[in-house]
């Protein structure tokens, strides 16, 4: 039986017609979502106001991935916006009532912990608590599982494993909440533990501990049936949560050979022709039975990003490169303007209820209505996309490290907790000071990223290929602050002599200490004035922004970028100008030995000025680091 009309039609990616970059599938569904999904009044303007509800949340992170991927703020607003009409500015979530303990309550959280993370408004923290509250309340079954809903007593879902636990580690780690590692791990192990089906390797979608509800085994209290979102969601749920979870946990490697072990039965149910999967999964040629797209597009995501972050090997994106293939083929069609559709995903799957009872049943699972752009479906294909493109950037940096220094930069604020963290320039650094985007770059062209919280050494520095000093301490920014001296001019010089490729990013003076660094520089030819370019006053962007010529040797796509507060440069051998302004030299670089320095007098590509929210679109700063960060891996010495 035919759910909907597919038109067929072939994507063109690169250059258009007009000579113009398309966009890619991650940004087309995301706009479409932007423009049509959430004008429907379930979530805007129902008489009670906005509906707090999952389906968003699952939407918002797709549109999260594609804001890092691209530095476009207007994708990051979306999100911002999304959530102020929840969050008023005590921080208390309209029309969410913790009293229900329904864990799909919790999965908006983690957008909570992203706004938090990005603007450090503290309404977005107080809101995102309310839920992590909730999780301590939760009831539970006698083994400690949380239960799906309230009203679901003894309970559990697959799907509440990615509603709860994701935002669950995410908290933990913010607010260092280290003994709920242990918790979330288990969750995930009782779920394996009591709804594993040994001959498919496939877990059932519910599980009662009573055996009381009218679904339940009697013998085993699972539900009757494979639902593949149920799956989808158990699998997402595995690679997010061990993007917060401790390395050195001892039940890491429990939740890895979980997610091994997922992986497999996934991979094993996938169809041979088309590259996605069935609905109930485990019954392709039954009749009824249809391709999904929301479970295909969850498959795809949680092995590619399995993949990237290294929690399984690198065959696993065989499976995931198929897949992407086929959702493409079996569920995309155009919507017009840069814009696609999702079809073939189901509105929604549960178990119990009332009017109509849903008894688990394959005859069940297939009745229920199958939409275009539901937004589960939207936002895993999102995620899903974003992580396929990111596979299929090129990675001229593998086999590389980028390690900043935390030594001659090395300030501390009051964190969350109230306890001091470090910041400024740090790759987990997510607000306007940090440099997790500048990371971002690095890792998606194959970079290893590292901090290096010691005095550099010929010895500690052996395993790095880029290093990038930024922002010296003076003494009014961090209590007994460690200054360049000769020796450790001696030991970096040496360093980039074998091969090294040296970053340096200063500030102007007054924000950073410049007379005892340039030791350092001065060895290369390069001296950091004591200056201030380029001030900027308020909003006027138009005062920090620079023109970069035609032909530039290092920012070979980027026009226009925006340097504010700029330590001018003198060159002399074996340095060079390697871009001027009026006369200025605001970036040097210079050989020496087999190594390479490149030195500019602003941290330049730190969040505030690359992550799109605060910019005009016209000033370039987003590709600005692109072009830094593929000029930097063509500067190490390819081995022989």
Request: glycine share 8%.
């Amino acid at each position: 039986m035919k759910r909907y009309i597919l038109l067929v039609f072939v994507f063109v990616f690169g250059a258009g017609q007009n000579g113009f970059a398309q966009k890619k599938l991650s940004e087309q569904l995301t706009l479409t979502a932007i423009e049509t999904m959430f004008k429907d009044s379930i979530y805007t303007n129902n008489p009670k106001g906005p509906k707090w509800t999952y389906d968003m949340g699952v939407v918002l992170e797709g549109a999260a991935s594609v804001w890092r991927n691209t530095g476009d703020g207007d994708y990051f607003k979306y999100i911002q916006a999304s959530m102020d009409a929840y969050v008023d500015k005590a921080g208390n979530i309209k029309n969410y009532k913790q009293e229900d303990y329904n864990i799909d309550n919790v999965k908006n959280g983690r957008s909570l912990l992203l706004l938090y993370k990005v603007t450090g408004q503290q309404k977005y923290l107080t809101a995102a608590t309310q839920l992590y509250n909730q999780l301590e309340k939760q009831p539970r079954t006698k083994q400690g599982g949380f239960w799906h809903k309230k009203v679901y007593p003894n309970q559990m879902w697959l799907d509440g494993l990615y509603m709860g636990e994701p935002f669950y580690a995410e908290y933990a780690a913010l607010m260092k909440k280290d003994s709920a590692y242990t918790d979330i791990s288990n969750q995930f192990i009782y779920m394996e533990q009591n709804a594993l089906d040994k001959k498919t390797g496939l877990l059932y979608h519910g599980w009662d501990e009573s055996k009381a509800e009218k679904w339940a085994n009697k013998i085993t209290g699972t539900s009757a049936n494979f639902w593949a979102r149920a799956m989808g969601w158990y699998m997402m749920a595995l690679v997010d949560v061990l993007d917060n979870f401790p390395e050195n946990h001892p039940k890491r490697p429990e939740l890895l050979a979980i997610l091994k072990r997922t992986a497999n039965a996934i991979v094993k149910y996938q169809d041979a022709k088309t590259g996605v999967w069935y609905d109930v999964m485990n019954m392709p040629e039954r009749k009824g039975n249809y391709l999904e797209s929301s479970a295909s597009s969850m498959f795809v995501y949680g092995l590619a990003k399995a993949v990237r972050k290294g929690y399984l090997p690198p065959s696993y994106s065989v499976a995931a490169t198929k897949g992407y293939k086929g959702l493409q083929k079996e569920f995309v069609s155009p919507a017009g303007n840069e814009r696609i559709n999702l079809n073939g995903t189901v509105a929604v799957s549960g178990l119990g209820g009332k009017n109509p009872y849903r008894d688990g049943s394959f005859e069940y699972y297939i009745s229920e209505k199958v939409i275009t752009n539901d937004p589960k479906g939207v936002g895993a294909f999102i995620l899903a996309a974003a992580e396929m493109e990111i596979a299929a950037l090129p990675k001229p940096g593998k086999g590389l490290t980028v390690t900043v220094d935390n030594y001659f930069n090395n300030e501390f604020k009051d964190g969350p907790t109230g306890s001091k963290i470090p910041f400024h320039y740090l790759w987990d650094e997510d607000d306007n000071n940090g440099f997790s985007l500048f990371g971002n770059v690095f890792n998606q062209a194959g970079v290893k990223t590292a901090t290096l919280s010691a005095a550099p050494t010929a010895n500690n520095l052996k395993n790095s290929n880029i290093y990038i000093l930024v922002d010296p301490d003076a003494e009014k920014e961090t209590a007994g602050p460690n200054f360049m001296n000769a020796e450790h001019a001696k030991q970096i010089a040496e360093w980039v002599k074998a091969g090294g490729v040296l970053v340096l990013l200063l500030n102007d003076a007054g924000n950073c200490e410049i007379t005892k660094f340039n030791v350092l520089p001065e060895r290369f030819g390069i001296h950091f004035n004591e200056d201030s370019r380029n001030k900027v006053q308020g909003s006027n962007f138009e005062q920090g922004a620079i023109k970069i010529p035609s032909g530039n040797s290092i920012f070979k796509t980027a026009k226009k970028v925006y340097i504010k507060e700029i330590s001018t440069i003198e060159v002399k051998s074996p340095a060079i100008s390697a871009l001027t302004d009026n006369g200025d030299v605001l970036v040097a670089t210079a050989k020496y030995g087999k190594g390479t320095v490149f030195a500019v007098g602003d941290p330049w590509f730190y969040n505030e000025y690359i992550d799109g929210r605060k910019l005009p679109k016209d000033l370039e700063n987003f590709k600005a680091t692109n072009d830094l960060v593929n000029w930097l891996i063509k500067q190490v010495p390819t081995k022989k």
